[in-house]
């Protein structure tokens, strides 16, 4: 049976990190790029001469020690770390639940605090090992607007935009349970290898759509990219986009990581079905817009995602009309074994329907693996993540706003 952890329960916890709650009400330092942290610096004091060497000691603990408290940051200063803690924040979020699977897919159900007048949020991320490699699956948004039919989080209306520090916060969070980073207690100067990580790729495949979060999820992949930090290789970070083709451009010229497309479907009326973007955005125009994108070649092949619906996309004639709209297009597709939820419609094609999909695909020169389901049994699995949080009413929120400002004032 797949284990459940109730983070909520203090004796679950574990040892390390020992951090503060977040404080919704400070700002944050994780997230922040070096300019803006330089500017953090300027606020709480620090002289113009420092600031840029404090940032490089911060960026060092954050990203390469994954401290979530300030005071374990050894090389400063007493004093700057308590001005420091007493106008920032860098804690973790609260980790409402671990989920572990039979195949060891673990899922953690974080909570992350209120932004403006709202509740708290929860989103869901995922970790899957595998031999040689763990990939973590990070979500960009809390529900989602795209409504995919097949798809569970498609079910959950659109919350709000995770911030680029919640989309980071998640990575430090696995490493943290992982234990992926050095002992806070390591000596300074000891060295803190940057191979054997338990998470050595991630992917935007989570919760909602990157490409309509483009700016915070740019400014999150940027610093996990960061060679002095967290420093994943952008060819270990993947994009998923469901077709938002202006983003596409966008994502290779500014972010420069791989791409993932959700195609799911080769006639433009079954995607504007299954995947209802496209209706804005049609097949034509995104095969056009994969094509070009920056960098794409054989060694940087696009990844072209395709769910199997039984006696709905799965037929001989949809492989040969995949290998015809990819051609040209440096390409593997991942064929998706549909991962049932409760209320789905659809089933998941027969074993032998999808090898006989992939051996097509493959003879015709593209690589087509079948992806394992993993996770199943914990609802981690791909197009299976939903959290609980949803939109306050606008009333509600009004409410919330004015008890706020009310308790604000009796300080």
Partial sequence: MPATIDLTDPSARPARPSTPRPMA????????????????????????????????????????????????MHTISRDLRENLASRYTIARPEIVEEQISND???KWLMRFPP?????????????????????????????CTLTCTFCHTGTQKLVRNLTAEEILAQLLVARDRLG??????????????????????????????????????????????DGDGLALSRRRITLSTSGVVPGIVRTGEEIGVMLAIS??????????????????????????????????????????????????????SDAKELVRLLKGIPAKINLIPFNPWPGSNYECSDWETIETFADFVNANGYASPIRTPRGRDI?????????????????????????????HGAD
């Fill in 25 to 72: 009400d400070k700002p944050t330092l994780v997230g922040m790029n070096r300019d803006e942290m330089v500017a953090a610096m300027a606020d709480a004091g620090v002289p113009e001469k420092q600031r840029k060497m404090r940032v490089n000691q911060i960026w060092h603990w954050l990203y390469i020690r994954g401290v979530s408290d300030f005071a374990d």
């Fill in 104 to 106: 060891g897919t673990r």
């Fill in 115 to 143: 932004r403006g007048a709202g509740r708290p949020v929860e989103v869901e991320t995922v970790y899957i090992p595998e031999e040689g490699r763990g990939t973590l699956c990070i979500s960009s948004q809390v529900g």
């Fill in 180 to 225: 992926d980073f050095p002992h806070k207690d390591t000596p300074q100067g000891a060295i803190v290898p940057a191979e054997g990580r338990k998470v050595t790729n991630i992917v935007m495949m989570g919760m909602g759509e990157p490409l309509y979060n483009f700016d915070e999820v740019k400014k999150a992949l940027l610093i996990a990219a």
């Fill in 263 to 316: 195609l799911h479907a080769v006639r433009d009326e079954l995607r504007d079905e299954l995947v209802p973007i496209n209706k804005k955005y049609p097949l034509k125009e995104l095969l056009e817009a994969c094509r070009t994108y920056p960098g794409v070649s054989n060694a940087r092949r696009i990844t072209f995602e395709y769910v199997m619906l039984k006696g709905v996309n799965d037929s001989l």
């Fill in 379 to 407: 609802l981690a699995a791909c197009g299976q993540l939903k959290s609980e949080s949803e939109r306050m009413r606008k009333t509600d929120r009004l409410a919330l706003e004015a008890m706020m400002i009310a308790g």
